[in-house]
């Protein structure tokens, strides 16, 4: 099964991103691949950055250009093909644990969303 991550933002750090944690993450990268498991991942540019929502709501489409009110920004995506929720987890949950790790301060959340599949 499929699983389609993002990533969000919860507390930035004034500092740079450490060597060491994105040594970490390619290594991460590195081993998810390998097995199987990671199809893509991509970072994205902030909303600001010719980010676009289309939103329909009464019978009324509208297009807003960013960046968007939201303090929480998504900054990247993952594709997982894995066995079960729990393993897409166990994956988020070790990207996440790097940054704890490595950078103090940061925080953020990933979504975990099962991709439908005929």
């Avoid at 060491?20 to 097995?35: D, F, K, R």
Wanted: aromatic share 8%; no cysteine; glycine share 8%.
């Amino acid at each position: 099964m499929r699983y389609f991550t993002t990533l969000r933002v919860t507390a930035q750090p004034t500092t740079p991103p450490p060597s060491a944690l994105m040594e970490a993450i390619m290594a991460l990268g590195a081993e998810a691949t390998a097995s199987g498991a990671l199809l893509d991942t991509a970072g994205l540019m902030p909303s600001a950055a010719g980010g676009a929502r289309v939103q329909l709501a009464d019978g009324t489409l509208t297009v807003t250009d960013g960046p968007f009110a939201e303090a929480k920004e998504l900054i990247s995506y993952a594709v997982y093909d894995v066995r079960s929720r729990e393993e897409a987890v166990e994956w988020a949950s070790r990207f996440l644990r790097l940054h704890q790790e490595h950078w103090d301060g940061w925080g953020g959340e990933v979504d975990v969303m099962r991709v439908y599949e005929p």
